[in-house]
């Protein structure tokens, strides 16, 4: 069975605590763990602070007259609680110092122009819960904490990073022409034939002929609504991809579901902070998809932001409602399940971002 409750945000959490704690590190770390402080807000992550992670990560390396060390001990010295000696036990504040350090080498801030940014958690792949918990259940040692802290083999791949980073701007693009779209399709001030143009395209997503022109502009107005919520949300700079990571290795049936799928997020933003999950077939190229690539990788943090900020369903009419499935409106699905469901959102914001082509359109709003 799944416990939700091991959120990022609960390890964000006790991450944020223990560096709270400066004067427990040792004192010539103290300034550097005041400035990470900074840099973990109460909602999320400061970008104008991020240089602090660098830091962090060039002094984990630096030993006495500056010798290179290894990062465990590194992280250790940091903690107050470095022993030449691997048979020393390590009480839990030691630990849980310990794991703030993990916790934040590991975080990068991807896209730094402007207000598109993305943290990336790549925590490595020895770890099979979230720092703090880890380390309590693997660490009782000084030299258990040494292996533990040693890994180095991070869960995305840099180049793998880099693509999450230009999903969430390329995201952000197409959200930002989908508000276009659709504050023309809701005005008929401009150009009359833009205007019907407009219509036309949300008309192509979301309703099904014979919808009446007033529940059509009602449906515009909330989509308006809710494309503006996830531009906005995107543009404070506080949104977060990261893996499950007690979800790794798992034997557990449920568990392993949702490890198997490309993302996952909680609707209406209930974690507390703005979190995508993104799991082990985000980067698995299906055959039998719609789109592919970076692309398709776009399409799935769009989709997973309908659900984050809108509160948008993965709609199940017939099955559940994905475009490889069918997402074209009609008398069996209607607008009222398609303005619900997240990839007619994710679809309308590609084709807004001239994204699809006629095959792939065609294929997504298939008769079902």
Known sequence: MVDWNKKFITEYRAARTAIGKSASFERSWQPLVVKLGKLMGAD????????ALNDLRSSLTKGASQTRIAEEKGM????????????????????????????????????????????????????TDWPSAYLDTHAPTVGHA?????????????????????????????????????????????????????????????????????ALD????????????IIGMLNKGRFVVTDWVPF?????????????????????????????????????????????????????????LSHLVCGTLDVKNGQDRYAWYGIGPHAGYPASDCVRNADNWAFFAADCGNALSDAERNHALKII
């Open 146 to 214: 040494k292996r533990c802290l040693a890994g180095q083999d991070e869960h995305f791949t840099d180049q793998q990073r880099r693509y999450l980073g230009n999903s969430t701007q390329q995201a952000l693009a197409w959200c930002q022409k989908a508000g276009i779209v659709l504050a023309s399709a809701a005005s008929s001030s401009g150009s009359a034939a833009k205007h019907a143009e407009s219509r036309a395209m949300v008309k192509r997503w979301f309703a099904e002929p014979g919808l009446a022109d007033a």
């Open 248 to 304: 790794r290795g798992t034997s557990d049936a449920d568990e392993a579901d949702f490890l198997a799928s490309e993302a996952f997020t909680f609707r209406n933003g209930t974690e507390g902070m703005d979190v995508v999950y993104i799991e082990s077939n985000f980067f698995t190229d299906d055959p039998g998809g719609v789109v592919h690539g970076q692309a398709n990788w776009t399409r799935i943090i769009v989709h997973e």
């Open 218 to 229: 009602n449906h515009i107005a909330n989509l308006a609504s809710g494309f503006k919520k």
């Open 44 to 51: 999320g992550f400061e970008a104008s602070e991020e240089p």
């Open 76 to 127: 250790l010295q940091a903690a107050a609680g470095w022993n030449d000696s691997d048979a020393g036990l390590i009480d839990q504040e030691t630990r849980r110092r310990a794991a703030s350090l993990k916790f934040l080498r590991h975080v990068y801030l991807q896209n730094k122009a402007g207000n598109r940014r993305v943290w990336v958690f790549s925590l490595p792949t020895n770890f």
